[in-house]
Each structure stands twice: as C-alpha cells, then as structure tokens.
C-alpha cells in the first residue's frame, strides 16, 4: 500500500514570503495531521482533520497559518506571511478513523525561512 | 496541563548492550502511549503501542515497553542494542478525556558503538 505523501521536501523562502505544503494521505484513512517538528523538539500538532472537518486546531497559529482538506482527501497547509521561527519540518500523518489507531507519517517538508 | 517527558535527549550504548529510554506522562486518566522512531530524513514509524489491557507490550525490531500506571511510565527497552538502531525515539500520549490530543516528548538520540 502506497504510504502518506508529501510534496515539496524542501523548501527555502525569504520571511514574509508565503509558501504552501502538499499532502496525500493513505488511501481510505478518515483523519489526517498535520504537525510542525522544529530542531531539537518533538512534533507539535498544529491541526487535526476528521474528514473534510477540522477536530482541532488549538494550536494552530491562525493569524498567518491556515489548512484546508477539500473533499476529504488531499490537504494543503499554507504559511502567509512566514517568519524565522517557521523554519521547521512539517509532518504530515493519517490514521484511520478511531482513538488510538496507528498514525502513518509522510517524510515531512523541511522549510528554512531566511 | 497534559505533557510527556523524556530522559535523556542523547543516550548511547555499545552494540549487544541493555537499551533503556525512559518516558514518563502526565495525566489523572490512563491516555494511550505509543513509541515512535524516526530516521534520518524520514517520518516517523510506530514501534509500539499501548492501550489497554496487557501492560507488556511487544513491538517491532524487537523493542518492548511496560505501561506502569503508579509511576506514570512507558519506558522503551531493547536486550541487546544493533548498530541498526541508531535513530531518534519518540514517546508520545493519545489523550482522550474531551477531544482527543496526541502530544509527543521532545525525543531521545540512541547512538549506538561498536
């Protein structure tokens, strides 16, 4: 079975630029993440997606990041405008529906903000 | 407020060697516990995981953790460490009292000697 797909896997911006994140997840999984991992520290999760539904998205940082996931499939998760403190890995993860089910992790976008 | 700790953010241990990588949790209901590996450029994989039930709980590459509740503990161990497991270990809690959360520690490096 194909695994959660990321696109770009590296990407360098100046600040106040914008930038956008691509993720496929497995097929079929209802629940999508996507989490921010800076150097050094574990994955943070910015926003859950139940569906085409957002379950959480507390600490998603609303004034410059925002995510969508049309029909319920593909997501997108945007920085506008970006800031040093960006520069981060960004995961993208699906399980399928269920507390406690097993989180397939994409290999992650690496973004630098110069 | 909900956090996961991890001893250690670098262990090393010679090959054949007792792997012992600590996690401790906080939370009043018993959450979810999983451990995470990640490699170099990739996203993370589950090794394990625990939910209810047995508190013993076996995984893959030969890993194992116990879930001991009166010390709020998931430690990670391996009876005999191979230089294959050279990565960064992440515990993570699913809790589920309201929404549920994941929140992951902030990882431990295993660098293993030959």
């Known amino acids: 079975e194909a695994g959660v797909a990321q696109s770009p896997r590296y990407k360098i911006i100046e600040k106040r630029q914008s930038v956008a994140f691509w993720c496929n997840p497995i097929?079929?999984?209802?629940?999508l993440y996507w989490y921010q991992q800076i150097l050094g520290q574990g994955p943070k999760l910015l926003i859950q997606?139940?569906?085409?539904?957002?379950?959480?998205d507390s600490q998603l940082p609303k004034d410059r990041f925002s995510a969508e996931r049309l029909k319920g499939v593909d997501s997108t998760l945007k920085i506008q405008p970006a800031k040093l403190e960006d520069s981060a890995v960004y995961l993208c993860a699906s399980s399928s529906a269920g507390a406690g089910n097993e989180q397939f992790f994409g290999p992650g976008t690496r973004l630098t903000v110069l | 407020a909900q956090s996961v700790t991890q001893l250690g953010s670098h262990v090393s241990v010679s090959e054949g060697a007792l792997v012992l990588l600590r996690c401790n949790y906080s939370?009043?209901?018993?959450?979810?516990l999983f451990w995470y590996v990640q490699y170099p450029n990739q996203g993370l994989q589950l090794l394990l995981k625990?939910?209810?039930?047995?508190?013993l709980v076996k995984g893959i590459n030969g890993f194992e953790a116990e879930f001991k509740k009166s010390e709020t503990s998931f430690h990670l161990t391996k009876p005999s460490a191979h230089m294959s497991d050279a990565a960064e270990y992440f515990c993570?809690?699913?809790?589920?009292?309201?929404?549920?959360?994941?929140?992951f520690g902030t990882g431990t490096r295993l660098k293993v000697l030959a």
């Open positions: 097929s079929g999984h209802a629940t």
């Open positions: 993570a809690t699913l809790f589920t009292s309201g929404t549920y959360k994941y929140i």
């Open positions: 625990y939910t209810t039930g047995a508190t």
């Open positions: 939370s009043s209901v018993p959450p979810y």
């Open positions: 997606f139940q569906n085409n539904g957002v379950v959480d």
